[in-house]
């Protein structure tokens, strides 16, 4: 009797026991979802995704819960949703129906500023490469640089799942910093001349045809161009396509309200529960972050040389400042445009075109990621 | 084929497939702007409240 005693108190303080002899690695992930929970409670840092990865985060670092064990329910949900990409694709549709590509129809050509915005991807790659990591992980970690949370995890899901935690967290946090990233990269490559250039109001010139046909139009050269990012691109349009069409409100609601919200508390606890003290705890990790953090200041840089590229070709009649909002970051980068230009003249209002750039940058980021994972087939690494 | 000749070839198909890409995509808005051009009575009636 006093042998089962003793043994079901061992079994109460077994998870305590645990964290304070062999759990350090425990201990400091659940300080990092503190900070996680933190940012996202107090701050309202990206809340809606850094709660429940936080959340998750807590869940799978307490010890001896199994939560990630088969037949855990953080497994569960892992398996059911991250593991097969089906909820960042959820999320896509949400994001679609979302979006009025209206600023960007109004003028076509200003979808360049959103592929302008992905090159810092490809330089990422480059330096990713130049640390060591394989080929398909260093391919993962560039596309933190498409500034695009859900193209993030669809990549890393698919090409290296054991990096899904960091690349994740990386992806979110470095989207919310966005406003405090971009501002002194474009002071630095812009002349105070070209800061203050207004630009004129686009004539309204898009029938509503147009914008219904526009996502079946994006779906099907995209799909045709580069298929394997065509789960990307369809759901994306899916979306828009349900918004525009004006017949399916009842879904377009469910999709950017109920279905968004429900996958993203999904995905979001999903992710937390990667990031298990021994996997995340890795020299990896603090690269994956740099890495990401490089390829964002690569992404503005970039926009920003192509804008003031385009300001040379016409003449002066487009402000460099736009070019920072081909990232996908929608419509954080839109606003840090339009508050960058009236902070250097108080009547300069950049919003609709940087908006028009900034949609630009969402169909860029997941063009560019289409546009890898294809290549990536035509060479036979996947 | 190595890590060098990978990022290159990645870097060079890439950005010029996503600048490719997104040109050709502008260039069919364009097309379906000519096609289906915003009527007179449209204007009008996205003007009224």
């Known amino acids: ?382 | 084929m190595d890590k060098w000749e990978f990022g290159l070839t990645m870097m060079i198909v890439g950005v010029g497939g996503t600048f490719l890409t997104l040109w050709i995509l502008s260039v069919a808005v364009d097309l379906l702007k000519k096609v289906f051009p915003l009527a007179q009575q449209e204007n009008t009636a996205e003007k009224k409240p």
Request: hydrophobic share 55%; net charge positive; aromatic share 6%.
């Open chain 1, 1 to 382: 009797m006093l042998e089962s005693v003793i043994a079901g108190l061992a079994g109460l303080a077994s998870g305590s026991v645990f964290l304070f002899t062999q759990g350090l690695p425990n201990l400091i992930m659940l300080l990092i979802s503190g900070t996680l929970l933190y940012l996202g409670a107090k701050k309202g840092v990206e809340p809606l995704l850094l709660v429940p990865i936080g959340f998750g985060c807590l869940l799978v670092n307490v010890p001896l819960s199994d939560l990630m064990d088969q037949g855990g329910f953080l497994r569960t949900l892992y398996e059911a949703g991250v593991a097969n990409e089906l909820f960042p694709l959820l999320i896509f549709v949400g994001i679609g129906a979302m979006t009025d590509f209206g600023p960007l129809l109004e003028n076509p050509r200003i979808l360049l500023f959103g592929a302008a915005g992905q090159v810092g991807i490809f330089v990422t790659l480059l330096l990713a490469l130049a640390l060591g990591f394989p080929q398909l992980e260093a391919v993962a970690i560039a596309v933190i640089g498409a500034c695009d949370g859900p193209t993030a995890i669809y990549v890393a899901s698919q090409y290296a799942p054991q990096l899904l935690g960091p690349i994740s967290v990386a992806a979110y946090s470095y989207m919310a910093l966005v406003p405090i990233i971009q501002p002194p990269i474009m002071k630095a490559l812009t002349t105070p001349a070209e800061r203050v250039i207004r630009m004129k109001a686009s004539k309204k010139s898009v029938s509503q045809t147009t914008k219904v046909l526009f996502p079946i139009v994006v779906t099907l050269l995209g799909g045709l161009i580069a298929p394997k990012g065509l789960p990307l691109l369809g759901t994306i349009m899916l979306g828009n396509f349900m918004r525009e069409c004006g017949v399916v409100a009842r879904l377009t609601k469910a999709s950017e309200n109920e279905i968004a919200n429900i996958v993203t508390l999904f995905l979001g606890l999903a992710i937390g529960a990667t990031m298990e003290g021994n996997a995340f705890l890795k020299p990896t990790t603090l690269a994956i972050f740099g890495l990401g953090f490089v390829a964002i200041c690569l992404d503005t840089v970039a926009g920003v040389l192509f804008g003031k590229l385009v300001c040379f070709a016409t003449g002066g009649k487009v402000n460099p400042l736009i070019g920072a909002a081909g990232i996908s970051a929608y419509p954080m980068a839109a606003r840090v445009v339009q508050t960058q230009g009236l902070r250097y003249d108080k009547k300069n209002h950049l919003l609709m075109h940087a908006a028009g750039a900034n949609t630009g940058g969402q169909i860029g980021s997941v063009v560019a990621a289409a546009v890898m994972l294809s290549v990536l087939k035509g060479m036979g690494l996947v």
